[in-house]
């Protein structure tokens, strides 16, 4: 028995538990091994799916399934198999596609297994893939095998804003179109987000609703945000997590896990 048994704590990976330097602090990781060796469950929610976040995961303590795809599946890596799979609807090359139609500056990245594919990259695309370090498929969307997990649309955020609107007005009922940062528009089942999945983790695990404790950056984490006893954010947050009302506090290069683990400390002494 530990301290902090019954506790999930769940963290955004990019420029919340990863810097932009490629790196997760110390801090994290020490912060991170205290709290699990007292009992406590820690896992990450990201946008990544399971392909772009595989390479990564040896670098954090895991002790729970992972929340992938902005919360389209659970993935177990210690069992090494999924625990929950979603898909996006059968019609998404078609819904998209009226998009991209729509405004044919986008590029679209659509994830079929560990298979990615590409239509119409721009320098944000490009750049996408240099930071996942992944290869793909360039392909019209016709030509795209399905289903997807989930799809982006990439561009500057004024034409995605308007993209999502014009998505959400003609498939109110399909979608979830979320930003995970300025540039990338996340597009994945109705219902589908990082804070359906956190609260069907902690079922799955036999965690209590009140116990639930996470921490991210932007915007597709405010679902997730939600859901915590403590809605946590570090220093870089984007501005509608502050204006939202998360707890911010330092930065992800000072290692924002390590505050929260200090927190979570003084709760549960």
Not at 67 to 82: K, M, T, W
Not at 159 to 176: G, H, M, V
Not at 199 to 223: E, F, K, M, T
Not at 238 to 249: I, K
Request: proline share 6%.
């Amino acid at each position: 028995m530990g301290k902090f048994d019954g506790l999930l704590l769940v963290s955004d990976f990019d420029d919340t538990l990863y810097t932009p330097e490629t790196a997760v602090p110390a801090r994290n990781v020490e912060a991170i091994r205290y709290f699990t060796g007292e009992g406590g469950r820690f896992t990450v929610a990201t946008g990544r799916a399971h392909r772009t976040f595989a390479p990564y995961v040896h670098l954090v303590p895991l002790n729970a399934p992972a929340i992938l795809s902005n919360g389209a599946s659970i993935y177990d890596f210690q069992a090494d198999r999924p625990v929950v799979e979603t898909r996006l609807d059968d019609g998404a090359p078609r819904d998209l596609g009226e998009v991209l139609s729509r405004f044919p500056s986008l590029s679209l990245e659509a994830y079929h297994g560990e298979d990615i594919y590409v239509w119409n990259p721009n320098e944000i695309t490009l750049a996408h893939m240099k930071k996942v370090n992944c290869d793909y498929t360039q392909c019209p969307v016709d030509q795209m095998p399905t289903p997807w997990v989930k799809a982006l649309f990439h561009q500057d955020h004024e034409t995605l804003l308007a993209a999502r609107d014009f998505l959400q007005t003609s498939c109110p009922d399909k979608y979830e179109a979320v930003f995970s940062n300025a540039w990338y528009l996340e597009i994945t089942r109705k219902g589908c987000h990082k804070g359906g999945m956190v609260s069907r983790l902690a079922q799955l695990l036999g965690i209590r609703a009140d116990r639930i404790y996470c921490v991210g950056d932007n915007q597709n984490d405010i679902p997730m945000l939600k859901k915590s006893a403590i809605p946590f954010a570090p220093a870089n947050c984007a501005q509608e997590v502050r204006d939202w009302g998360a707890r911010v506090l330092c930065s992800c290069q000072e290692g924002v896990i390590g505050d929260i683990v200090e927190i979570l400390d003084q709760i549960y002494p």
